[in-house]
Structures are given as C-alpha cells and as structure tokens.
C-alpha cells in the first residue's frame, strides 16, 4: 500500500476519532458541510485543512467562496474547512485537529501575525506543509511555512496615498492643510500593518497632511460606524477618511450622513476605501466613495497552484503576489457587471 494511501486510511480513523472526541466534549468545531462526506470519501483525493479567520466582511465570504469552488471533489479536493470566528485560539485548535487527521496541506489565514511558532512547528513535525493565505505570520523560522499567497497590502496603502496626492493636486488643494482620519482593521494583522505604512509613507512626504487619528474599527460595519461617529464629534474639520475596508466604509458612511455630512465627488469628505466588493463599487460609480482600492480575495486558484507544484515534487516560490487594481468613477464602469461579490 503506498504512502498516500497509507494515510488516507489513517485520516479516516482519526477523523472519526476527532468527530467522536468534539461531539463527546459538545465543543462546537464548525465545518461547512464536509462532515458528511469523511467516510465515504474517494482516497484519490488530495486532503486539503482549511482554517478561516472568519466571516467579518464581505471580502471573508468571497475568499471563502473562491476556497470552496477551488478545493472541491471535482478538482480532485477533500476540503476540511474551519471558520475561527475571529478568534485566534479556535484557529490554532483547527491546525491542531488537521495534524491529527494527517492532511495532505494546511491553508490557514492567520487573524494576526504573532503566536504561531509553536503550532507550525507542530505542523512541521508532522511532515505537512503549510500555505498561508491573505495574511503573513512573524515566525523565528521561515521553514515553518512553505509559501504564501496574497495582496501586497503596503502598495495599495501607497495607492491610497499616491492617489490622494494627485487628486488634491487636481482640485488646487495641494498646498492647503488636510486632516486625515483612519479606521483601521483588526490590530496586528498584515492587511493592516501593509496598509499602514504603505499610507503612512507617502504621508511622510506632504508635511500639510495631518493624520489626526487612526481608530481601530476591526474590519467591521459596526465598528466603523462606532468609530466614525467617535471621530465626528472629537474633530470640526475632517477633510478625508481612509477606510481600511468597505465594511468600515459603509459605517462610516451612516455615521457621516447621521452628522448631516457629505462625502465623495461632489465636494464632501474624500473618501478612501479599500477591497472593492460589488456593492462599494456602485458607490464609486455614484461619487460617493471617491476611490476604492482593489484587494483581490480570489486566491484559491493561486492556492492551487502551489499545490501542484509541490505535488509534482517541485519548489514552491515563497511569495505568490495576488493581481489588484485602483477604481475611481473613471474606470469603475466595466467591472461592477462582473463582480460576483
Ligand atoms: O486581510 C484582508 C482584509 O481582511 C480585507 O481587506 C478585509 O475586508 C478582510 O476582512
């Protein structure tokens, strides 16, 4: 019997013995929909562990999707898919579970980058390799990893800040004193690090930039909305809002319009925002946000790719770069028809 087989077999029982081990425990370990399919599953397929942070925005849900269209039976996929719910421990518990299972990959999104040196090591023990997915980890060993893919998250901080600097040239206003506020992501996790200092860069260049506050928002509708309005009543004049996300964008945009304020094209408050999603895009298109820029969640078939790479017994490049781009009302037309998320 050879090796994959071998720990096909193994998977199985462990699976089991895992499913028999939570349901006796009640811990609630959520997977989506693949329980079902452990016994009666093909041993051809490749076992894949998937570890999501979470569902906070609309961007999760579509790295989600592309994950699962990615990683199904008819590619050739046996997908363990693990929602953390934004927690750091229920993540770690998944990789530990998929170590037991003996899988053939783990693909994790890590929420922040500190506190994964003792698990990957785990992970390294056990002979499986790790893709990280969207966000970095700040390990001692780099071998703990074996690559990752994902948005280069300090360009598009740069973006937001090269644009704003030709948009204010544009309207005159390069020389005028502009206040900045910022709503931030989750602490500590490389979307937010890259996204600061690739703004904080060009900042550093325009000393009429006056960055009054970056609030933590966590990625969220609700706590962008909490924050801006926090924001509104601590600042009179506030010429420009960077949103680390649409999310916080679409709170922030309650919260400005509750304050009787406006934003966007038409001379209110500049409005930066980051993803792009379907419905961020239309606001674009109506000059309500006046740019968005693009972080691409479609990483499964990067995903796969390094799969297959390593599969065929090559080396993987550590790095894999995700393709984005910048929307203002310019050019947003032709993509919103095509956006599926
Ligand atoms: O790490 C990518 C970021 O995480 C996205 O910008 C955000 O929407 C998501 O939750």
Request: aromatic share 8%; proline share 1%.
């Amino acid at each position: 019997m050879g090796q994959r087989a071998k720990r096909k077999l193994r998977l199985i029982s462990s699976v089991l013995a895992v499913l028999v081990f939570l349901s006796g425990c009640g811990q609630d370990f959520h997977k989506e929909g693949e329980q079902d399919d452990v016994i009666s599953k093909d041993d051809s397929l490749t076992v894949v562990g998937v570890s999501q942070i979470g569902s906070e925005s609309v961007w999760r849900t579509a790295n989600t999707a592309s994950i699962q269209n990615t990683f199904s039976k008819e590619n050739g996929y046996f997908l363990i898919f693990d929602n953390a719910r934004q927690k750091q421990e229920n993540q770690i518990k998944a990789l530990r579970s998929f170590i037991s299972q003996q899988v053939d990959y783990i693909v994790f999104s890590p929420i922040v980058e500190d506190g994964w040196d003792t698990v990957l090591q785990e992970a390294k023990d056990a002979g499986i390799p790790v893709i990280l997915m969207d966000r970095k980890v700040k390990v001692k060993d780099e071998s703990l990893y074996t690559a990752w893919v994902g948005s280069d998250f300090a360009e598009e901080g740069q973006n937001a800040g090269r644009w704003l600097a030709g948009h204010l040239k544009e309207e005159g206003r390069a020389g005028e004193e502009i206040n900045i506020v910022v709503l931030q992501g989750t602490n500590g996790s490389t979307s937010v690090i890259g996204r600061t200092e690739g703004f904080d860069s060009v900042a550093a260049q325009h000393d009429n930039w006056n960055i009054l506050e970056q609030a933590d928002a966590d990625f969220t509708t609700a706590k962008g909305r909490e924050e801006m309005k926090k924001m509104l009543h601590k600042y009179e004049d506030i010429d420009v809002v960077v949103s680390q996300n649409d999310d916080m964008t679409f709170g922030a945009l309650e919260a400005i319009g509750e304050a009787g304020q406006s934003t966007g094209t038409d001379g209110g408050i500049i409005l930066i925002s980051f993803d792009a999603t379907k419905s961020a895009l239309e606001k674009v298109e109506q000059g309500i946000i006046n740019v968005d820029i693009e972080c691409n969640p479609e990483q499964g078939a990067y995903i796969e790719e390094v799969i297959r790479v390593l599969e065929s017994g090559g080396q993987a490049e550590k790095e894999y770069f995700v393709s984005e781009r910048v929307f203002t009302k310019k050019n947003v037309a032709s993509v919103i028809g095509d956006r599926s998320y």
